[in-house]
């Protein structure tokens, strides 16, 4: 799949596509119908299947730490998406000055001068441009005078609800990973590269490979039963996402107890699917109380997975 980072790098080759555009978060199975009904455009017209999107997403450009939780960072999104078979993304980086352009001037100059789009596919609530003033209708004369097709999704429902990133968001938060995995079509997941933490982990008993949350809001918070993947190699672990109150910790994060596993991983990409949650975070009182309970967790997570039951102190 290849990837145009900004407008500056679409380049002559890059005219004649099927296009469509979104945030994409989450590449959820609404998100996939989209998709499928883009790659058949593209086999019918011989033209490449092309996904637009923003960076950062339009709602958190202008709501900044307001905005909704981000379920997929742009890795993961290129990642979920090169695997249903996209073969190119446009990423644009939503700035102010993107964000003034004019709907109109964004359909002539960007849509049908560079990208020579022949067929185009947005869902039927889209809008764009300067205070949202473009949509569909005016997509769809501008189109017909260029000889661009194009057409609005239907919605994809589940249990007579419309699949979207803040049913999943509301999943997420509840804690019912299951009803997130039944809209995602996968397990959610959250990755990044390993970084160092407060060494306390080997002081505790349990080892924990951090993962920075950057976004300040994170869908998810507590405790899981998860399984990583390190360098193509699957391991179960349990994972906590939050800000540790016991220590007053102010940066979200994610850290993983990996089972059966001793290596020093810093700076190595881990991706990490939350199974089940199994806990809301707390603060707790003395070191004594967090490392039972972090032990009594192990063993839940290590259930979960229908591994053995022996105490878990081998990560050290
Ligand atoms: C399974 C698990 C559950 C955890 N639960 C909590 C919790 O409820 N509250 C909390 O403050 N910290 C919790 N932690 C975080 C620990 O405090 C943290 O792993 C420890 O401080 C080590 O941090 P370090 O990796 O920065 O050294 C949990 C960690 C794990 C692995
Ligand atoms: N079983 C394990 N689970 C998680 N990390 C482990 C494990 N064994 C070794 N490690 C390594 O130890 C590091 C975590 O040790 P820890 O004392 O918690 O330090 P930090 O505070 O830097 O995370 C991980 O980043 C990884 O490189």
Redesign the pocket.
């Known amino acids: 799949m290849e990837l145009i980072r900004g407008i500056h790098n679409i380049r002559p080759h890059h005219f004649g596509c099927v296009l469509t555009i979104g945030n994409f978060d989450g590449v959820h199975l609404g998100h996939a119908e989209v998709l499928k009904g883009l790659l058949t455009d593209a086999k019918a017209h011989s033209l490449s299947s092309t996904v637009m999107l923003f960076e950062p997403q339009p709602q958190e450009f202008f709501a900044k730490n307001n905005a909704p939780a981000r379920l997929t960072r742009l890795r993961d999104k290129l990642r979920l998406l090169s695997d249903l078979g996209i073969e190119r993304v446009i990423c644009i980086s939503f700035n102010q000055q993107f964000a003034n352009m004019h709907a109109e001037q964004f359909v002539n100059d960007i849509l049908i001068k560079k990208l020579g789009v022949k067929a185009l596919t947005v869902g039927d609530d889209f809008k764009f441009g300067k205070q949202r003033q473009g949509n569909f209708d005016l997509l769809a004369s501008m189109g017909k005078q260029a000889g661009m097709d194009v057409k609005s999704t239907a919605s994809f429902r589940q249990l007579n609800a419309r699949v979207s990133s803040t049913l999943i968001r509301d999943a997420l938060a509840s804690g019912d990973l299951a009803s997130a995995k039944t809209m995602l079509g996968h397990d959610y997941a959250i990755s990044g590269r390993v970084i160092h933490?407060?060494?306390?982990?080997?002081?505790?008993g349990?080892?924990?490979a951090?993962i920075a949350l950057k976004r300040q809001v994170c869908p998810v918070n507590?405790?899981f039963a998860v399984q990583a993947t390190i360098a193509g190699k699957q391991i179960f672990g349990?994972?906590?996402v939050?800000?540790?109150?016991?220590?007053n910790?102010t940066r979200a994060?994610l850290?993983?107890?990996l089972f059966d596993f001793a290596q020093d991983i810093y700076g190595q990409f881990m991706h990490v699917e939350l199974i089940k949650k199994?806990?809301?975070?707390?603060?707790?009182e003395t070191l004594t109380q967090?490392t039972a309970?972090?032990a009594t967790?192990?063993a839940a997570?290590k259930q979960c997975f229908g591994l053995n039951q022996v105490a878990d102190r081998d990560g050290m």
């Open positions: 933490g407060w060494k306390r982990g080997r002081e505790l349990f080892r924990t951090n507590g405790v349990v994972a906590n939050g800000n540790k109150p016991t220590f910790g994060l850290e993983v107890h199994l806990r809301n975070e707390k603060k707790f967090l309970q972090i967790d192990v997570a």
